[in-house]
C-alpha cells in the first residue's frame, strides 16, 4: 500500500517551518497575489526562493496556490508575476482557472501543476479532462464521500494523483465557491478576499436577519417547511478513518489552515504523521490521545465532512459559529543540556512557577510537567515576574528537543 503524502499549510516562513519540523511531506503556501489567502502573511517573491531553499533541503517539496480567478485585465500582472519566479524550483503549480493553466502549461511546459479544490472536481470524467491537458493531481471537491472517491480512483490512471482534505474548516458553500462575502462586503471570496460571513453573528427580528455589527442593513429572511438554514458547517476531522482513507488510494492528505496559528500547523501535522506512522509500521491501533491533541488547536466542532454521508445539513452543521479556543502557546524550546537538564525557551504567553504545562514533541502526543523553577538568561529568579517575548530556563524532568512546543495543560 502507498503511504499518502502528508500536505500541511504555510501561511508564513514560522508556520513552515513548524510544518516541517513536525512532519509534513510537503507544504502549499501562496505569493502576495493570486492565492486565495490574501488575508495570510504569504511570500514574497525572495521569500519564496527562501522558502522552497529551506523546505528542499530538508527533503518537502513545495506546491505554490495561484488559485485565484483573475479577471481579462489582470493577466499582465499575472504573467509578470509568473515570469518573476520562474527560476524558483517551486515542485507544482495549484491553480482553479483553466485559463491560468492553460498560460501556465504553454508559457511553462515544465512546470508540475495541480487542480485546485475550486475547480469543484467531482467525477472521474472531471480528473480525466484535466489529466489529459496535462494536470498531474487533482485536488478533489470537499463534497465528495470516499465511496465516491474510491470509484474515482478506479477509473483514473495511476499516475493521475488525487488529493483530499482530511482536516480543517469546510465552506459552506460548493468547494469556495461562495457569493455570500461579495454579496455584503464586495469582497470576493473566489479572489481570496473572503469576509467569511458565514461565521458572523447574526439575529432574525420578525422576518429579517440582522449582522450584529451592520444593524442598519437587515436581510430578509424565510422558513421553509418550517426550517431555516444554518450557514456554519463543523471542522472536518478524520483522524478516527485514518486507514479507511489510506486503503481509499488517495495520494495526498490535505490540511487545511493557512490563517491558523504555527502552533495548529505543528499539531495538527504531528496527530496525522503519528497515526500514518502507526499505519505504516504495520501494527495499527487507534490512539484517542491524537484526537485529544487535535482537540487542543483552535477549531470548530468536529464531524467527518462527506467523507461518510452526503448530507451536511445534521451531523456535519455546527451547534455555534464560533471557534473552540486552543490553548495556551508557552513557549518554544530553543535548547536543552541533557547534564543539567535544563532547558532554554523562547517565552511566547505567561509562565509562572506551579503551572501544570505539557510539551509537544515531534512524533509524540503531550507530555505534562509542572513548571518548578524559571531564571532569565542571567540566571536571575523570575518566578515572581514572569513576562512574555523573553528567553528563559527551566528544568525539564525529561528530555526536550529544540522545536518542541510548550503549552498550557488541559484536563
Not at 61 to 69: A, G, S
Not at 260 to 267: E, F, L, N
Request: hydrophobic share 40%; glycine share 6%; charged share 20%.
Amino acid at each position: 500500500m502507498k503511504r499518502p503524502e502528508l500536505l500541511a499549510p504555510a501561511g508564513n516562513f514560522e508556520k513552515m517551518k513548524a510544518a516541517i519540523l513536525y512532519g509534513a511531506d510537503a507544504v502549499y503556501l501562496a505569493g502576495q497575489i493570486f492565492g486565495m489567502r490574501a488575508a495570510a502573511d504569504n511570500f514574497s517573491v525572495e521569500e519564496l526562493r527562501e522558502a522552497v531553499a529551506y523546505a528542499h533541503a530538508r527533503g518537502v517539496k513545495v506546491y505554490l496556490t495561484v488559485n485565484t480567478m483573475p479577471r481579462q485585465y489582470e493577466y499582465d500582472a499575472l504573467k509578470e508575476y509568473l515570469l518573476s519566479i520562474a527560476d524558483i524550483p517551486i515542485d507544482a503549480y495549484i491553480v482553479a482557472d483553466i485559463g491560468v493553466f492553460m498560460l501556465l502549461r504553454t508559457s511553462f511546459p515544465d512546470k508540475e501543476l495541480h487542480v485546485s479544490t475550486q475547480a469543484n472536481v467531482v467525477s472521474a470524467a472531471d480528473c480525466l479532462a484535466w489529466y489529459n491537458l496535462g494536470a498531474k493531481r487533482i485536488v478533489l471537491a470537499r463534497e465528495l464521500t470516499l465511496e465516491e472517491i474510491k470509484t474515482i480512483r478506479a477509473a483514473i490512471p495511476d499516475d493521475c494523483q488525487i488529493e483530499a482534505f482530511i482536516h480543517g474548516s469546510m465552506c459552506v458553500s460548493y468547494s469556495g465557491r461562495c457569493l455570500l462575502s461579495n454579496h455584503i462586503t464586495g469582497r470576493d471570496g473566489n479572489r481570496g478576499m473572503c469576509a467569511q460571513p458565514c461565521r458572523w453573528n447574526y439575529t432574525i427580528r420578525g422576518y429579517e436577519i440582522t449582522e450584529e455589527k451592520r444593524e442598519n442593513a437587515p436581510m430578509p429572511v424565510e422558513e421553509v417547511n418550517g426550517e431555516t438554514f444554518i450557514m456554519a458547517s463543523r471542522d472536518t476531522c478524520v483522524i478516527e478513518h485514518i486507514p479507511e482513507l489510506v486503503e481509499a488510494g488517495i495520494d495526498s492528505f490535505k490540511i487545511e489552515g493557512r490563517m491558523k496559528s504555527a502552533y495548529y500547523t505543528a499539531v495538527v501535522t504531528n496527530t496525522y504523521k503519528m497515526a500514518l506512522d502507526a499505519y505504516f509500521a504495520g501494527n495499527y491501533a487507534y490512539n484517542p490521545l491524537w484526537m485529544r491533541e487535535l482537540e487542543s488547536v483552535s477549531h470548530r466542532s468536529y464531524a467527518t465532512g462527506y467523507y461518510f454521508s452526503d448530507c451536511h445539513l445534521d451531523a456535519n452543521t455546527a451547534e455555534s459559529n464560533g471557534y473552540i479556543k486552543e490553548q495556551a502557546y508557552l513557549a518554544t524550546v530553543l535548547a536543552y543540556d541533557a547534564e543539567s537538564g535544563v532547558a532554554t525557551l523562547s517565552q511566547r504567553n505567561k509562565m509562572s512557577v506551579g503551572d501544570k504545562v505539557e510539551v509537544v514533541t515531534p512524533g509524540a502526543v503531550g507530555r505534562p510537567l509542572t513548571v518548578d523553577c524559571l531564571k532569565n538568561e542571567k540566571g536571575e529568579d523570575i518566578s515572581a515576574t514572569p513576562h512574555p517575548y523573553m528567553v528563559f530556563t527551566m528544568p525539564t524532568p525529561f528530555a526536550v528537543h529544540p522545536g518542541d512546543i510548550v503549552r498550557a495543560f488541559a484536563d
